[in-house]
DNA sequence: GCACTGGTTGGCGAA
DNA sequence: CTTCGCCAACCAGTG
């Protein structure tokens, strides 16, 4: 089509294959088109997103613009460093742009950025074409087809996806690619906003990405780890199209592992190989496209000779709750992200709450600090330091492979929430978005729920054994000796609980149990940090009480606070009347009532009044910082700072 | 409206 | 060593 002149926008579809969207703006023939990637300080900034995630996006990123080039040698992915918001109008005039074509995005952050690069489209005269790729079923007409409603159970997706037609058979990658125009600049960069950065904590050096709009060369080329102030990574999953079909083509080469996958069935404490395809992070960033999943397994499901698996445990179904998770979220927009106005979040009083502001009616990234205790239990269960070494030994591997099996994300998240440590969800949620490499909101956000019991899923009386669960899969410990080496020498009958080990045997094995784990010391454990068996009766009553209470998310007495006249004094979890004021000191005319207030725009209106601790360092911002941070108590403030340490080191 | 079943992945002790 | 029923009890979906 002559003076066709196309932007196609690429963002969690980095790949040619079954790409709708591509399909799309290739079928405009256009005389000119540019593969572009806007580097958002949103994500740089505002995200969580730890190195391993760095690494696996720009692997990702790279790895797509050689494929690009590949197919035109003109060409590659545009990488242009500045918010698409204030970089596409500019674009759109220096480069005579006719069509600008994107996959949709339904999370809540990308539908607004979405609509005001929509708007200045259409102020420019520039056409945009949207196609849903993403998800199995386009998530808006998936929540249609369920009347209107967030996708709330694995069998309404299955009643309703049906209803929008067949899955997609993928489309293959196309064989040539359009000449781009030319790539003037001749204009100037929009300079992104560095604060708050919560990823600041991460950097050992300021983040330089955004010092030229075409990158340092000028070549526009993808971002190194240095440029981001990034240590090293330290997973050895890589991203990338390339090998995210390539480890396609492995599981398809094995048709029994294929067709009778049961997820239930596979091993949390299986590593080198692991149990499943390690292919979320591959769908996350769209290096594989779900449909090519899907149909890759269905077809061999269809021919298999032998009992196949089925959805939900098969893995097509495994899909399914994809789509589940961003159907609900799809409906319920930001509020799927958090507890506060979230209309199908059940409220259980945790210890370590969001902060919000009911203003905007989002939370604000930093917490309540309502329990010295609990964010003790926090950090410990956060850094590997329990004391019960399968916990541990998980959030290590999650640390520093960016990767858990879903049964081991089942342990740790029941373990801080509803199983042990009481504590909110988007406490758990939060260090998994910075951690993992396959983290999505939907998913991520979907599955804490589940785990806490808040949304999804509601038999709480179940409740995993740090101790006796993993006995089930691995007898011997494998595991635990893999991630946590002090204890690989332990006797078998005291892997998953070494405080029960006699001194000959920690002796013969190297190792004391002892402490709290502040202590880095060589050849020390920690004892573990409560009772299992107390805790989990404390948080089961706990959680037999807020069922009883049946409040939500946007509840009006959850959002003003009122909400502590319904549950018990003695219950878990910050309550009402005297042992309230004990446990959370008065809540008027203290002298260390330092709050965050009008100042920052917050509007918290204290539904949980803080300790006098501080409970300002959190949120991964430094904002305010020294002043708070004198306020910490002492011991605290000690562990804080050696679980920084270990992180650094 | 009510009884009943099933829910991707619990723990435990008895047989 | 495996299988079964119980624990104390949730919700959604169905007839």
């Known amino acids: 089509m002559p003076n066709t002149r196309v932007i196609y926008w690429f963002r969690t579809d980095l790949r040619l294959h079954d790409s709708p969207a591509l399909q799309a703006a290739l079928g405009l023939h256009p005389e000119a088109f540019w593969p572009v990637w806007t580097w958002d300080p949103h994500y740089v900034y505002r995200a969580r997103v730890g190195v391993n995630r760095w690494q696996f996006l720009t692997d990702c990123q790279n790895d797509l613009s050689k494929s690009i080039t590949k197919l035109n040698k003109k060409s590659k992915l545009f990488l242009m460093r500045e918010a698409p918001q204030t970089l596409f109008p500019k674009l759109f005039k220096a480069w005579k742009i006719t069509h600008l074509v994107f996959e949709k995005d339904t999370d809540a952050y990308a539908r607004d950025r979405d609509a005001n690069v929509i708007k200045a489209a259409e102020e420019a005269g520039v056409q945009v074409i949207v196609r849903s790729g993403r998800t199995l079923w386009d998530s808006d007409l998936l929540v249609e087809k369920n009347h209107g409603k967030p996708t709330m159970s694995i069998s309404q997706v299955q009643n309703a996806g049906p209803k929008i037609g067949l899955i997609p ?6 064989k040539s690619l359009p000449d781009p125009g030319p790539t003037n600049l001749d204009f100037k960069q929009d300079e992104p906003d560095q604060r708050p950065d919560f990823n600041g904590k991460s950097r050992q050096s ?3 990405s955004y010092e030229k709009i075409a990158g340092p060369k000028g070549d526009f080329a993808v971002p190194t780890l240095e440029e981001l102030g990034f240590p090293s990574a330290t997973s050895a999953h890589r991203g990338g199209e390339t090998i995210g079909l390539k480890i396609l083509d492995n599981i398809i080469s094995d048709e029994t592992y294929t067709a009778t996958f049961e997820k239930p069935k596979t091993s949390p404490a299986a590593f080198d190989p692991q149990a499943t395809t390690l292919l979320s992070p591959h769908l996350h960033f769209g290096s594989l496209s779900i449909r090519e999943f899907y149909w890759r397994v269905q077809d061999i499901v269809t021919t298999f000779k032998g009992k196949a698996s089925q ?3 098969s893995l097509t179904g495994q899909l399914l709750f994809r789509d589940m998770y961003f159907g609900a979220q799809a409906k319920l927009g930001y509020s799927f992200g958090q507890t506060m106005y979230n209309s199908h979040c059940r409220f259980i009083p945790w210890h370590l709450p969001s902060k919000v502001n009911h203003e905007t009616k989002l939370v604000t990234g930093e917490y309540h600090i309502d329990s010295t205790e609990a964010e003790e239990w926090f950090q410990r269960w956060k850094w590997g330091r329990t004391g019960f070494p399968w916990i541990d030994a998980l959030m290590r591997q999650l640390r520093k492979d960016g990767w858990i099996h879903h049964l081991g994300r089942h342990a740790v998240a029941c373990f801080l929430t509803r199983g042990g440590c009481y504590v909110s969800w988007e406490r758990g949620a939060e260090v998994f978005e910075e951690w993992l490499l396959d983290h999505e909101t939907a998913s991520n956000a979907g599955n804490w729920q589940w785990l806490s019991c808040t949304a999804f899923f509601a038999q709480f009386y179940r ?34 609980e070494p405080w029960t080990a006699p001194l000959a045997n920690q002796k013969k094995a190297g190792v004391k149990i002892q402490g709290n784990g502040s202590e880095d010391v060589q050849g020390v454990y920690p004892k573990p940090m409560f009772d299992f068996g107390e805790r989990r009766t404390v948080c089961l009553d706990g959680m037999k009480k807020a069922y009883q209470v049946g409040l939500y998310g946007d509840d009006a007495k959850v959002i003003d606070g009122s909400w502590r006249k319904l549950f018990d004094d003695h219950g878990e979890g910050p309550t009402e009347g005297e042992s309230f004021e004990d ?7 203290s002298e260390d009532k330092i709050r965050e207030g009008p100042e920052h725009g917050f509007d918290d209106d204290g539904a949980i009044e803080e300790d006098e601790s501080g409970a300002k360092e959190i949120g991964g911002e430094s904002k305010g910082g020294e002043k708070r941070g004198s306020k910490r108590k002492a011991g605290q403030k000690t562990l804080d700072a050696h679980f920084k340490k270990l992180k650094t080191g």
């Open 583 to 589: 446990a959370m000191g008065p809540s008027a005319g």
């Open 463 to 496: 409740c995993y054994s740090p101790v006796a669960f993993p006995k089930k899969w691995d007898k011997e410990g494998a595991f635990v000796r893999k991630y946590v080496p002090e204890l690989k020498n332990l006797d078998d009958k005291y892997i998953y």
């Open 311 to 313: 959805p939900p445990v």
């Open 169 to 174: 058979r993928p489309i293959p990658a196309p």
């Open 206 to 208: 300021a983040d330089k």
